[in-house]
Structures are given as structure tokens and as C-alpha cells.
């Protein structure tokens, strides 16, 4: 079965760093979301593709925060500087446009960030 | 703005049933996911709900009640493994929000 491949599965850094995760949605998926998942919490959409444009990122810090997904397939978010409060599990999820509709998103393991 | 909430946390007894109830205030609503998370794991979808009315799915069923703001997710014969968060999210269009969550213990 097709699954959403995310890496690392875990990052630990210190404040002022750079990081970075990468996603490999499943194949013909055209949405990409990564939401951020504090502990305890529910995940929080941080930036939407479809295909290789942005298409909601009104929730992205980004001072700090870029995210790329240059040929429409994986994609990459990255954290410059990293600071306590991103501590989080970062999530990537993707979707067909008929799925969207029906809510029916899926989810890759995540990658959990620790910064020290 | 949109807004979701459900329970913190609930706990059953293997073998019952159990209902987690979501209210949620949302603009451009279209439908109402639930997913399950176990603790550690990816979310995973369980249901959808665009339409008034209760859905079922094996042990799982979800409700919707538009008017209401209002749905639940319903969990028949609670086994250990239903222990886990579950989140319910709305979909306006091409944006799913979820709500913080509910953790579910079940007791043997």
C-alpha cells in the first residue's frame, strides 16, 4: 500500500539552527499539506501545494519558515533559525482533489523536532 | 474564523460504547472528517460527513447535524486498541482543519 514517506523520523538541534524535512507524497497525489502537531494538540495546517504552486501558507511563519516543492512531487520545509517553541512533530500529508473534498487526507509518520 | 472543540479526554470500558462529540464554527463549511491517531503514529482517516445524518462504518459510525454545528463519532464494542486520540476536522472547500483532540483510554 502507498504511504507517505517523511525524513528524518527524528531531529534534534540547537536554537539558531538550521533544519530541515523532507516529504515524498504518494504517487498522483497532486495536494501536499504539512501541518505541525504540538503535543497534546491537533495538527495545524503550516503551508498547501497543490502541485508545485502554494496555495495556502497564510499560517507559515515565515520569517523562519520556507517551503518548497519545486517539480510538483516531494518536498522540502525548512526551519532557519530553529527556536524552542518549534519543537513539534512536523506532519506531511497528501491528497488527490477528489479526496480533498472528502476530507480524506494521508498522513506520512512525521518527523519530530527537538531544539535545545 | 474557524473554531473546533471536542472533549480533552474520555474513558470507556472495553467492550462498551463510547461517543466523542465535536461542535465547530467554521466559514465555507463543506463536511466533518474524523480521524484516529495512536500514540507516536500518523493520523488515519475514519469517516466523512457532508450530509445530515449518521454513517457507518463496521464499529464506527459518525453523525452530522448541520443545522446543529454539531457531529459525533460513535465507537461500538471498545477494544484496547481504540486507545487514542481522535480528531475531528472540518473541510471547507480545499482546507481541512482539525480540531485539538480527544484521548480516548479504554479499561479492560
Known amino acids: 500500500e502507498a504511504e507517505v514517506a517523511q525524513s528524518p523520523r527524528y531531529k534534534i538541534t540547537e536554537k539558531s539552527q538550521a533544519v530541515a524535512f523532507w516529504c515524498d507524497p504518494i504517487s498522483g497525489h497532486a495536494t501536499l499539506y504539512w501541518y505541525r502537531q504540538i503535543l497534546g494538540q491537533g495538527p495545524e495546517l503550516l503551508v498547501q501545494?497543490?502541485?508545485?504552486?502554494?496555495?495556502?501558507d497564510s499560517q507559515l511563519p515565515k520569517d523562519r519558515f520556507s517551503a518548497e516543492r519545486l517539480k510538483g512531487v516531494d518536498s522540502t520545509l525548512k526551519i532557519q533559525p530553529a527556536e524552542l517553541g518549534d519543537s513539534a512533530m512536523y506532519l506531511c500529508?497528501?491528497?488527490?482533489?477528489?479526496?480533498?473534498?472528502?476530507?480524506?487526507?494521508?498522513f506520512g509518520e512525521g518527523s519530530r523536532l527537538t531544539v535545545l | 474564523g474557524q473554531s473546533l472543540e471536542q472533549p480533552s479526554e474520555v474513558t470507556a470500558v472495553e467492550g462498551a460504547i463510547v461517543q466523542i462529540n465535536c461542535t465547530y464554527q467554521?466559514?465555507?463549511?463543506?463536511?466533518l472528517s474524523w480521524y484516529q491517531q495512536h500514540d507516536g503514529g500518523a493520523p488515519t482517516f475514519l469517516s466523512y460527513?457532508?450530509?445530515?445524518g449518521l454513517e457507518e462504518t463496521g464499529r464506527f459510525s459518525s453523525f452530522l447535524s448541520r443545522s446543529d454545528s454539531y457531529g459525533y463519532l460513535l465507537l461500538q464494542e471498545l477494544q484496547m486498541k481504540d486507545s487514542a486520540s481522535y480528531f475531528c476536522a472540518v473541510t471547507g472547500g480545499f482546507k481541512t482543519i482539525f480540531g485539538a483532540g480527544t484521548r480516548l483510554f479504554v479499561k479492560a
Open positions: 460527513n457532508a450530509l445530515d
Open positions: 467554521t466559514s465555507g463549511f463543506y463536511g
Open positions: 500529508a497528501s491528497s488527490t482533489r477528489e479526496k480533498e473534498l472528502t476530507g480524506e487526507l494521508f
Open positions: 501545494f497543490q502541485d508545485e504552486s502554494v496555495v495556502d
